[in-house]
């Protein structure tokens, strides 16, 4: 039994922690004043039947009261379903109770002190539960805790304004608590939209470092099996380096797969450029580089790499290039081949990248004119 209160607390959030320490302050406070303020005037002389009566007054209204406190806004990650009922039924309830009991003291000269105690404990819950959430609540509780300060004194609080204030305390209390709990609950959904982004972003880094991984392999995987099936059907013995290179090919793809996985895929300017060479030499196309990859900066060179990589792969794909050109600046990177037949839209497949390259002020641009095609990424 006594590992339950741990094993409950330990299955909420932190969210759900604060929410929970709050409804038990309020269930706290509430059943604390109750006890204060009743229970002394319990032991003052007055009629029987009317002290029973009180009491189950004061019982409902204090049920009614704690069962409005777990349904707060705020106070609970489900959305408060009985708090527009509670609230008024509450607030009506409270209200009629202090209209009551003023009528018997004022208008019957009945005297109760366990009346006048219950009075006070209703005008608390009201200014500490119903109010904080009416418009206009300061100066509903105001009025109530002036109007009750001359209605209903005990010897313990006895002075008007004394009690008033005390109101208006409790609204501030009951206030606070409420804003503490929308300012912890925006938290929260802030966490979980913070979470949501960085999700998006990885599914994202992962769709688009797979396609740029191995879409470049594929494409020249493709040519290495067709001209290992040309080379079969002509009994050339070559076929089997072919093969091997096929072989390497995927094995190559296999890990940068899983460097992609596990988000540990790191590329460099050098290597694309090197890969790229092999790559378009392989297919039978005619490879230049101008240029030297030292020159592109430390926070661009992920993202030209990527680019160096994602043109070549287009010239694999989309071009029938005889030759192709690779410049490298200080400031930006261009691929050029002489081989595009026809538009590949607007970016093409390097409309990814475009959104990397706006980190750094960066930008694409594909150029086609004359019967040369040109992929160019600048920065400042």
């Known amino acids: 039994m006594s590992q339950l209160l741990p094993q409950w607390v330990a299955r909420m959030d932190s969210t759900e922690r604060f929410q929970a320490y709050m409804r038990v302050s309020l269930h706290v406070s509430v059943v604390f004043l109750a006890l204060v303020v009743i229970v002394p005037a319990l032991w003052e002389p007055q009629p029987l039947w009317l002290t029973v009566a009180v009491l189950v007054i004061s019982i409902a209204n204090l049920g009614l009261a704690l069962w409005s406190v777990e349904e707060l806004p705020g106070l609970s990650k489900q959305p408060p379903k009985r708090w527009p009922q509670l609230q008024m039924w509450g607030f009506a309830a409270g209200v009629a109770t202090l209209v009551v009991y003023a009528a018997l003291t004022w208008l019957l000269d009945v005297e109760s002190?366990?009346?006048?105690?219950?009075?006070?404990?209703?005008?608390?819950?009201?200014?500490?539960?119903?109010?904080?959430?009416?418009?206009?609540?300061?100066?509903?509780?105001?009025?109530?805790?002036?109007?009750?300060?001359?209605?209903?004194?005990?010897?313990?609080?006895?002075?008007?304004?004394?009690?008033?204030?005390?109101?208006?305390?409790?609204?501030?209390?009951?206030?606070?608590?409420?804003?503490?709990?929308?300012?912890?609950?925006?938290?929260?959904?802030?966490?979980?939209?913070?979470?949501?982004?960085?999700?998006?972003?990885?599914?994202?880094?992962?769709?688009?470092?797979?396609?740029?991984?191995?879409?470049?392999?594929?494409?020249?995987?493709?040519?290495?099996?067709?001209?290992?099936?040309?080379?079969?059907?002509?009994?050339?013995?070559?076929?089997?380096?072919?093969?091997?290179?096929?072989?390497?090919?995927?094995?190559?793809?296999?890990?940068?797969?899983?460097?992609?996985?596990?988000?540990?895929?790191?590329?460099?300017?050098?290597?694309?450029?090197?890969?790229?060479?092999?790559?378009?030499?392989?297919?039978?196309?005619?490879?230049?580089?101008?240029?030297?990859?030292?020159?592109?900066?430390?926070?661009?060179?992920?993202?030209?790499?990527?680019?160096?990589?994602?043109?070549?792969?287009?010239?694999?794909?989309?071009?029938?290039?005889?030759?192709?050109?690779?410049?490298?600046e200080p400031t930006e990177v261009e691929v050029v081949n002489d081989g595009v037949q026809g538009s590949i839209g607007k970016l093409g497949g390097t409309r990814p990248l475009q959104q990397r390259a706006l980190e750094f002020d960066g930008s694409i641009e594909l150029r086609n004119r004359d019967g040369q095609f040109a992929a160019i990424m600048t920065w400042k």
């Open 113 to 328: 002190p366990v009346m006048l105690a219950s009075g006070l404990v209703t005008l608390f819950c009201l200014s500490m539960i119903y109010t904080p959430t009416l418009p206009h609540g300061l100066w509903i509780t105001l009025a109530l805790g002036v109007a009750s300060g001359y209605l209903f004194q005990l010897p313990v609080i006895a002075v008007p304004l004394a009690i008033a204030g005390f109101t208006v305390v409790l609204w501030a209390a009951g206030k606070v608590t409420l804003w503490s709990a929308q300012v912890v609950n925006e938290l929260d959904r802030s966490r979980d939209l913070e979470s949501q982004v960085r999700v998006n972003q990885e599914r994202l880094r992962f769709a688009q470092e797979l396609h740029d991984s191995l879409g470049q392999h594929l494409a020249a995987m493709s040519l290495k099996t067709q001209l290992a099936l040309s080379l079969y059907n002509r009994g050339d013995e070559q076929v089997e380096e072919e093969l091997r290179d096929l072989e390497g090919l995927i094995r190559l793809t296999r890990k940068d797969l899983n460097q992609v996985v596990s988000g540990y895929r790191e590329v460099s300017v050098e290597d694309e450029i090197v890969s790229a060479g092999k790559v378009l030499s392989t297919a039978g196309i005619a490879v230049r580089v101008d240029g030297d990859a030292e020159q592109v900066p430390a926070h661009v060179r992920e993202t030209v790499a990527w680019f160096i990589r994602e043109s070549a792969t287009n010239v694999l794909k989309h071009s029938q290039a005889t030759w192709t050109e690779i410049s490298v």
